[in-house]
């Protein structure tokens, strides 16, 4: 096991791999932002070195920086928790040339999923089911006419370089084409550095379910059910559940058999995610890999009782997985709900500023991540994400149940900060949600039924 871990990264998910790390009798260090100086993972931490200003490209994303400060703390091992360097291939083999074992999957992997043409073509090789579209990045606006007229409308125009639901055009006529076209590689370009684009025929409404999977260095490969995270905006998560309501058991485990499937191909390690998209027919479809650590892994953690950021430390640290597909029984139903300081009505517009109220929901069976709490601020610098609240109960009427409770526990504020419970609220009532259901286009109708 390693002796100390260097988290390169801020908020509620570098807390919950701190509390990960102390429980495995790891020592923790932490980089921080002067933005982030007074925050509770700095405090917590064993050691905690600054690698810059709040700006995320001079601080967490600064990568000699970061580097330098695993030297500083004498790490053996760096966790990049999600978003920032989480998926940087670079980084990763900066870390193994360092002598730093990066937790997360190899450079080489990182490189062949990130790149979601790449991994297109890859997993298209395995065997999984794809949407149609094309399998390298289309270099013209001519190739993309063409290719278009292949595929299909409504098309998605995607950054080869993207993630986090963003880099992504939707074309829904031949003439809107060349506008989306060049602006999602022009913002491309500016978000990742990279403006190559592929394209992929649009399900919409859809199912989004996902397949979290471990794999150890050793070939063993398992996964750990589903989580449905249909409820989005902007293809950015606000809901995630499992089970999948409304899906059959049949269809999940097949899609799941081939999460394993794809991570077998790819050579993955650690712990990843396998995204995929069901129509309105049960047909699935293959969309994209996460190689990391998912905001929504507690739900997971509470219906298998496996914690998942231990894993993945216990599998960079060399063990093989102590668990075999058979010992995952999954039970009852848990939902996650995010609160983010976000105003709902001005279109999930962030609300940065000084938080003078913070409770959050407790009780049976009830989980808040964050890192949050009265006199703390919502900085402007970084996601708005400030809790996640989840819950499990036996059955899914239960968990509804408690979700509303919980949610109606959660009181926050401070001048101008605004969160998305009450949206979230709304969510939990509407009819299509609590028969299970919703799909992709959830969120916009409940926005265009009562925008508040």
């Not at 062949?112 to 395995?126: N, T």
């Not at 809790?387 to 239960?398: C, N």
Request: aromatic fraction near 6%.
């Amino acid at each position: 096991m390693f002796d100390t871990v260097l988290i390169a990264n801020r908020g509620e998910i570098a807390l919950r791999v701190a509390r990960a790390c102390r429980e495995l009798g790891v020592k923790v260090a932490v980089v921080y932002s002067t933005e982030d100086a007074g925050g509770e993972v700095v405090r917590y931490a064993d050691r905690a070195v600054c690698v810059g200003p709040g700006a995320a490209k001079h601080s967490y994303l600064n990568i000699p920086a970061v580097l330098e400060a695993a030297r500083m703390v004498g790490a053996d091992a760096v966790h990049p928790g999600y978003g920032f360097l989480s998926e940087n291939a670079d980084f990763a083999e900066l870390c193994a040339a360092e002598g730093l074992t990066f937790i997360g999957p190899p450079p080489h992997v990182i490189e062949a999923l990130g790149d979601k043409s790449s991994c297109r073509s890859l997993m298209a090789r395995a065997g999984l089911p794809m949407l149609p579209g094309t399998l390298e990045p289309v270099e013209t606006l001519a190739d993309a006419q063409e290719a278009a007229a292949a595929i299909g409308w409504p098309l998605v125009v995607k950054a080869v370089a993207g993630g986090g639901g963003r880099g992504i055009g939707v074309s829904r006529t031949p003439e809107d084409l060349s506008s989306v076209y060049r602006e999602t590689r022009r913002h491309a370009s500016a978000l990742f550095g990279d403006g190559r684009v592929y394209l992929e025929r649009y399900l919409s409404p859809a199912r989004h379910v996902e397949i979290q999977v471990l794999a150890d260095r050793h070939g063993n490969v398992l996964h750990l059910g589903e989580r449905d995270c249909s409820v989005q905006r902007r293809h950015q998560k606000l809901v995630e559940e499992t089970p999948a309501p409304a899906l059959g058991r049949d269809l999940l485990d097949e899609m799941a058999a081939h999460a394993v499937r794809g991570a077998r191909a790819a050579g993955y390690v650690g712990a990843g995610t396998f995204e995929f998209l069901v129509d309105a027919a049960g047909r699935f479809s293959f969309m994209e890999v996460n190689c990391r650590i998912q905001v929504e892994h507690p739900v997971t953690e509470l219906v298998t009782g496996i914690d998942l950021v231990q894993e993945q430390i216990r599998i960079a640290a060399g063990h093989p997985l102590r668990l075999r597909q058979e010992d995952v029984v999954p039970r009852g139903v848990a939902i996650e709900c995010r609160v983010n300081a976000e105003d709902a009505v001005r279109d999930f517009a962030p609300t940065p500023g000084r938080l003078e109220q913070f409770a959050v929901p407790a009780g049976p069976f009830v989980r808040v991540d964050t890192h949050a709490g009265a006199g703390g601020t919502v900085s402007a610098f970084y996601d708005s994400l400030l809790a996640k609240v989840s819950v499990w109960a036996p059955d899914r009427d239960g968990a509804l149940a408690r979700m509303r409770r919980a949610l109606g526990e959660v009181r926050i504020a401070g001048p101008g900060v605004r969160t998305t419970t009450a949206f979230l609220e709304s969510v939990l009532a509407s009819p299509d949600f609590r028969a299970g259901r919703y799909d992709t286009g959830l969120v916009e109708r409940l926005r265009q039924e009562d925008p508040r």
